[in-house]
T-cell receptor, first 111, second 113 residues
């Protein structure tokens, strides 16, 4: 089992819809989780972090964490074409907290 | 402006050549990281450094080398031993060892001639 797995996509949603991106992880001891957005040809930018079970909301973005199920998701409400990007889930590991990334889910929001 | 800079944006390597990718940060961050990204894939860790004059191998260190002589600089050398170097190389930093939020530079795309 990979350490961090994401639904491979690509995922297409119409403008204004909710986009749901999922990530599972193998290390039950993981305590923190990050979502990065990466536009084509660009570097990743951090959009959300979550540490506790439940939901964390930031504008149109909601991160959901379920440690018992080893599952973290990102919901994007009122999706816009500018949200079209690859979304990467990342989990820290080791003493230097180096990140392990999933392979990413490519999201396309259709106007 | 505080941030991470990487240069060059594009780099071409000939067979048997070593090339060096630059990464500089003015965020006063202690920890720095190098990742490699292949098309359609996530990022894989090459090397990381938690403090000046110290660095550790990541998951795919073979064919690469680094140095950390200054806090703000963490250059990556892709040696001739790296047989498949074509990729997008990303440098990141975090405030301190154990601090998990990492910020990325703009990346260097390496191509083989």
């Amino acid at each position: 089992q990979k350490e961090v797995e994401q639904n491979s996509g690509p995922l297409s949603v119409p403008e204004g819809a909710i986009a749901s991106l999922n990530c599972t992880y193998s290390d039950r001891g993981s305590q923190s989780f990050f979502w990065y957005r990466q536009y084509s040809g660009k570097s990743p930018e951090l959009i959300m972090s979550i540490y506790s079970n439940g939901d964390k909301e930031d504008g149109r973005f909601t991160a959901q964490l379920n440690k018992a199920s080893q599952y973290v998701s990102l919901l994007i409400r009122d999706s816009q074409p500018s949200d079209s990007a690859t979304y990467l889930c990342a989990v820290p590991r080791g003493s230097a907290r180096q990140l392990t990334f999933g392979s990413g889910t490519q999201l396309t929001v259709l106007p | 402006d505080g941030g991470i800079t990487q240069s060059p944006k594009y780099l071409f390597r000939k067979e048997g050549q070593n090339v060096t990718l630059s990464c500089e940060q003015n965020l006063n961050h202690d920890a720095m990281y190098w990742y490699r990204q292949d098309p359609g894939q996530g990022l894989r860790l090459i090397y990381y450094s938690q403090i000046v004059n110290d660095f550790q191998k990541g998951d795919i260190a073979e064919g690469y080398s680094v140095s950390r002589e200054k806090k703000e600089s963490f250059p990556l050398t892709v040696t001739s031993a790296q047989k498949n170097p074509t990729a997008f190389y990303l440098c990141a930093s975090s405030m301190s060892s154990g601090t998990e939020t990492q910020y990325f530079g703009p990346g260097t795309r390496l191509l083989v001639l």
